[in-house]
């Protein structure tokens, strides 16, 4: 077999590098459960119909059959199964199937990998893993969740901060102060407003003026003023007064917009207090899905901003409904591999080593290796993670083999008939090499397990 | 949209199922890596015609299509990409991609789902967890990991007893033992024989006894003596002294058996002082896969043996070659979906709460929310999961809230002008109330997290 070459979209990493992404993934996890969301996982296949409710994802969407099945013309759907491209849809559908065993409000986080057969580029793959948080209610979801769980994730992302993530900013807007703006200006197409401004960044402001005329049936004057709403951002409880004053000047009124400005001013209020500097309101923030109809939510890596959005989502009314009960829910989801490619590829963070063993127990004669497996399981019953070396090679050789391991100390067994008290360690960084008793000695904590830094 | 109902071999855990699920993997992961295996993921896909290597697994392979691609006729297989069927072919690919970045003998563990399109039975899923530990050699690969790998999963399934695991029989064979015993005796075809005596438990010794005579070209003598080696099994050393008596007897003679007798002791020695019970010869073990070439390993949950073994493997000369370095290496794969469905499906375990949060604290009045985020800010900072009660009810709502959810304790803050002196704290089991402080308080360990244990 020829060396196998990577599939593109597909990103596999070393053991250093999977290091890394557990280290995230455990502190996602930790930062979840200190908040009460329960973990859930959820089959990674859909019946496809249930995929393609949204039409516009079915570009997406990859579709299994088995390989002894006649090949399915591609118009008959039924009963046919695809990947699930995010975890929200997967949720939805257990929400539902599984309503009569959840507590309402039910709190989740889920943490798996998704599947777009998307073109892959930098930072967007076929398969990557997402973590996200959401809480569902049956009927009614009060607001203060919407405040609520962009902090948790700020907290979460806050607390990767030691090992090298840049800060991030969580951009928020409302879609009621959105769509209460828009109409009371008097435009009613509220979705192409929205598509339109949705794409400020990539085509500028004069290209979006022209757009809004276009799509969205306004006039040149409208067309300003929505512009002029985009423009807004800040973080602090002035952006609602800007907004309030702007909607004044250009005849804006609407329940909507009043009730939205609320919001995200007590939005800001609360982020302001509970992480200072974090949170942004940005009026631009659109999202393109078209089921939030409360607070939205993008955020970028600091001086990374070209890799998009690394956790975004927002509020829904209906994640789902049986007819007699909505649902309605609030929810972020994380990007981790595109988080950890970007933390792996631009170097700004390692691992300590590359394998969990803190000691290597050195072998004298084979016929002496039940006295360092000996050793090695005195070890791992006090919490010390150790390997035994592979062959009673030259202790030259031994040490090098943990060298070339990243582990930091070798154990040498003395003879079986000194029981244990010849032994001896040796730090290879150091050379230090003492007296050790395998009952007792531990190496210093931060030798314990690999860790996860900040590259230099 | 209708109650949906679940699919046929898909499982999925309510959270106190995953709960159970999420300890099991923790537990595994530690082990492993206190035993010096580093993790790592493989994607979920592979070329097609990597998986079908060997044609025996054909049948199970899920093939992807992207839902826009013209659907392939079924012989054009080259690109296609299917589902992995388990964790052993990604990992002989990913070693052969990254040679030149491990360092060998290069232990691995691997804890990730596979897909398998067979039609569901109990235990038997579509979709399942296998975590996996390999160690594997660039070019040689000495014995002993072949008595070390088996001892660890002795190690990480007996931690499970803690929680309700049965006891676990792993179950030892050699392929040297039973080649050299077949060649001996006369027999050259021996995978012929091999996949005649792996029908032993199905069909019964005389209908074997015809197969070996019609499909492994044995006279009824030597079908007799296959069988009579079949029926040893033993967990100390007096196992090896009854095969090489039996061998005697009929005549077999041949370096391979003596090879794989003297191998077959050793382990049986060790596991008799590092794991006394746990593993036992058993001469009929056979294993279909043709490719172990030394130790082969099943294991089965005492009391639940027609489950099906829950962790099999062996030794394989050549999990990987590149043509000029051939890469020999032991393995063992738990199949952990098998396992929790039966856990919990029997009753055996139980979670003690099915959310992460110790405490609920209760909301006075929606003015005074952000007291109670005060409140839970405080907990969380000292590791205690919290979460605040969805709405300002009736403290007797807000207790039944909690009580629903499992979470033992509920918080009371004080008026805010009293600054955290006067807040109290119920458990709401016993029902005692007492003051407390949220800069100091704890619940008891046992109450921290959510524990897994043993179903009364």
Known sequence: MARPTPLSGFPEWLPEGRIVEQHVLDVLRSTFELHGFAGIETRAVEPLEQLLRKGETSKEVY????????????????????LHFDLTVPFARYV???AGHLAFPF??????????????QDGRFREFVQADIDVVGAGTLPYHYEV?????????????REIGLPPVRILVNNRKVAEGFYRGIGLSDVEAVLRSIDKLDKIGPDAVADLLVADAGADVEQARACLRLAGISGSDEDVVDRVRSLAVEVGAQHDLLDEGLTELGQLVRAAQDRAPGVVVADLKIARGLDYYTGSVYETVLVGHEQLGSICSGGRYDTLASDGATSYPGVGLSIGVSRLVSRLLGAGLVRATRSVPSAVLVAVSSEEDRSRSDAVATALRARGIPVEVAPAA?????????????????????????????????KDIRSGEQVAADASTWSPPTEDLYPRVVAAD
């Open 107 to 120: 709190r989740r986080y889920q943490i798996q990998k998704v599947w777009r057969g998307e073109r892959p």
């Open 393 to 425: 090679a030259k202790f030259g050789k031994q040490i090098r083999h943990a060298d070339r391991r990243g582990i930091p100390f070798v154990w040498f067994p003395g003879p079986a008939e000194a029981g244990g008290t010849a032994d001896e360690v």
């Open 96 to 98: 539902l199937e599984n």
């Open 63 to 82: 579709v299994l059959r088995r390989l002894q099945e006649e090949p399915d013309a591609a118009s008959d759907r039924s009963g046919q199964l695809g």
């Open 148 to 160: 609520e769980l962009p902090l948790v994730m700020a907290e979460a992302l806050g607390r990767l």
